[in-house]
């Protein structure tokens, strides 16, 4: 019996030299602090970030806010927000779906030779978000000529676990002609010591959105099984250290130590980086690190 063979329009082959790195967390501010440090890291980074919002006009309640930064070519970064109905059958599908239409729209327009802004879906909101990175609200994407891009960096809305986008997107880049060769260079998990022994023990549901039942959303999954999963999952984890003079009291044993550090290696993979502080990390580091670069584990 011959068995039909799915033949690869040759991104592959070309040589995949361009990175996409997975953010993962289960807090949003310690996604937001390592996707920052990250995207600071590497000027020449496309961030693309994903956050949900509650929005009873829908059927599905809620609404999927997607940020897209790219760097200019004077140096500065133009970001846009859109927002759109989550409308397939899970978060999960959705984002990874969308994912892939904003990679092969950038890519396919610096591919063309276009200053990609046109390529860009439309911002539907201005929420300061031009302004605080030096470009006016008002201005026109197609006036403004971006920089190839480096590496992107694509920020899960909290909870979303990264493997399963990571392989959608690696079978996308595998079978599609985008004209710039991408590879997935690392899911990465973002990690804040402060309360991660609170989060790793809570059996209460994971909160997406919100501070409480009022104006919060939440997954049907608990909070610490989505930490520990997030975890397991990463290539590498990125740690946050805690901020202050040490960790809380609660958190030490009787010789006076904390071992939130000794928890998450445990619960990492055996090939897993460990990165005790995320600041100090560098993006494209990191993606030789996870693509098996000879780096000590810290």
Not at 14 to 23: C, E, F, I, S, T
Not at 33 to 57: G, K
Not at 61 to 84: H, M, N, Q, W, Y
Not at 206 to 233: H, K, M
Request: aromatic share 6%; net charge negative.
């Amino acid at each position: 019996m011959i068995h039909p063979v799915l033949q690869s329009l040759g991104n592959a082959e070309r040589g995949a030299d361009v990175p996409v790195v997975l953010l993962t967390g289960a807090d949003r501010l310690s996604l937001d602090a390592v996707a920052f440090s990250l995207a600071d890291s590497c000027p020449s980074v496309c961030s693309i970030a994903y956050d949900v919002r509650p929005n009873a006009a829908v059927e599905s309640g809620l609404d999927i806010v997607r940020t897209v930064a790219r760097p200019r070519a004077d140096g500065l970064t133009f970001g846009e927000s859109e927002s759109f109905a989550l409308e397939e059958c899970c978060m999960s599908c959705t984002v990874k779906h969308d994912v892939g239409r904003v990679l092969k729209s950038i890519c396919s327009a610096f591919a063309a030779g276009v200053g990609v802004g046109s390529e860009v879906p439309p911002r539907i909101e201005s929420n300061g978000l031009s302004d605080a990175m030096g470009v006016s609200a008002s201005a026109s994407p197609e006036s403004l000529s971006f920089t190839m891009t480096e590496a992107f960096l694509v920020s899960l809305p909290v909870g979303l676990e990264g493997s399963l986008v990571a392989q959608y997107l690696t079978d996308l880049f595998r079978l599609d002609d985008w004209r710039m060769p991408l590879f997935i260079g690392a899911v990465a998990n973002a990690v804040g010591l402060d309360e991660f022994e609170e989060r790793f023990f809570d059996d209460d549901r994971l909160c997406l959105y919100g501070l409480g039942e009022e104006d919060g959303v939440y997954d049907e999954r608990s909070t610490g099984a989505v930490v520990s999963c997030l975890i397991r999952e990463s290539s590498c984890v990125l740690e946050l250290p805690v901020v202050g003079a040490g960790c809380l009291v609660r958190h030490l044993d009787a010789e006076g130590e904390c071992r939130c550090r000794d928890i998450i290696r445990a619960i990492a993979g055996c090939d897993a980086l460990i990165c005790e502080d995320a600041h100090t990390v560098n993006l494209m580091e990191l993606v030789e690190a996870a693509s098996g670069a000879m780096v000590p584990r810290v």
